[in-house]
DNA sequence: TCAAAAACAGACAGACTTGTCTATTTTTAA
DNA sequence: TTAAAAATAGACAAGTCTGTCTGTTTTTGA
């Protein structure tokens, strides 16, 4: 297998099993068998356990906007597209393999002194943010503070229905955060 | 020590070490040593470390609602005292040892097939959206309908509060929250 | 006072963890 | 074609983990 294939199996092995069962209950020696790798061969790609953790995240992360980047594109500009956040979280919840949200899992399994991973999730999470505030740019026209202030607003509904539909096993929560938004932008 | 004095011993010092460093992070070794009891002792408590972690969740929600309550009854009834809502989680994440919600935390350190522990963990969230119906109701009259779905709304939003508080390290999610709480119900 | 209950220290089993290392084989690319 | 790079299997170190067990000492309560 080349070298850069090689590193992608690893990140694609070992994000499924971090998302599925957790970080700390998913070893080094279960990530090599599913990826059918040799363990020299995973720590030639990364020089620890915390590293994949790393790589995990921000490929996650990255998938996530290249799923939901396209999905919202077949909304129209302005309120529906907002709503379509909540929609795309619908769906998300709806899946396959839904188990929360990686960013909040992963800080609840880590030490609260490594600021390493929790700065990656804090930037991924702001990202986020920040895209939301491009979304809500797009309606009608408001100055800049107004704007940072509403994509806060439908930022915190989004995780809350996100991490209460998980903890709750039910749609319900993302529900609520869809026709909370509708109140909020209408 | 008396009997029951030392279960309380040792739920009081898991629950400090399982929310301060989560569960899985925490061995039964540590608790020991931190409780000063012998490792016999806290076997003929608890048959395994899964029994000391519920014992935990349901102390922890005990303690939440010793706390809340008198905490909210400050607050006139109504309005006022559904913002106090937040008012209380904004003291909660600036008071010592704030480390998120042990709920959302420990759902993420379990396996997903473990039922006992998301049951009880899902049992105080119900009994917490239970509670803040109750407090919408003392708000002007209102159908049971719009009670329910008033209540889970303000719950969405201070879960979300509170778990990005968590990952952000900083108060402005549950500040956003209470500006969204007071935007929903005047 | 005295028997029963509880707590004690700590060894131990058995399985797991991350990460290193050796020695061999395969793959790659010029 | 051939030398360098990469991947291989798997032993190993050194530590962790939960839970059991033995044998002793302390506490309790009637």
Redesign the interface.
């Known amino acids: 297998m080349k070298h850069s294939l090689v590193r992608h199996t690893i990140i694609e092995t070992a994000s499924r099993l971090f998302y599925?069962?957790?970080y700390?209950?998913t070893g080094i020696n279960e990530i090599i068998k599913e990826a059918g790798i040799a363990k020299a061969t995973l720590y030639s790609h990364f020089k620890s356990k915390e590293d994949i953790c790393i790589a995990y995240l921000q490929y996650k992360d990255q998938l996530f906007f290249e799923e939901l980047k396209p999905f919202l594109e077949a909304y129209p500009k302005g309120k529906e597209r907002l709503l379509g956040l909540f929609d795309f979280l619908a769906a998300f919840y709806a899946g396959a393999n839904f188990?929360?949200c990686w960013?909040?899992?992963?800080?609840?399994?880590?030490?609260?002194d490594n600021k390493r991973i929790?700065e990656v999730?804090?930037h991924g999470?702001s990202t986020l943010i920040q895209y939301i505030e491009e979304l809500v740019a797009e309606d009608t026209q408001k100055d800049q503070e107004t704007i940072k202030?509403l994509a806060?607003?439908l930022?915190?509904?989004?995780?809350?229905?996100l991490?209460?539909s998980?903890?709750?096993?039910d749609p319900?929560?993302i529900q609520?955060?869809h026709?909370?938004c509708k109140?909020?932008i209408t």
Do not use: D
């Open positions: 599925e069962k957790g700390n209950l188990n929360g960013c909040l899992n992963t800080i609840s399994e880590i030490p609260q929790r999730i804090q999470k202030v806060r607003q930022y915190v509904l989004y995780e809350g229905g991490s209460e998980h903890l709750h096993q319900w929560p609520t955060a026709s909370l109140k909020l």
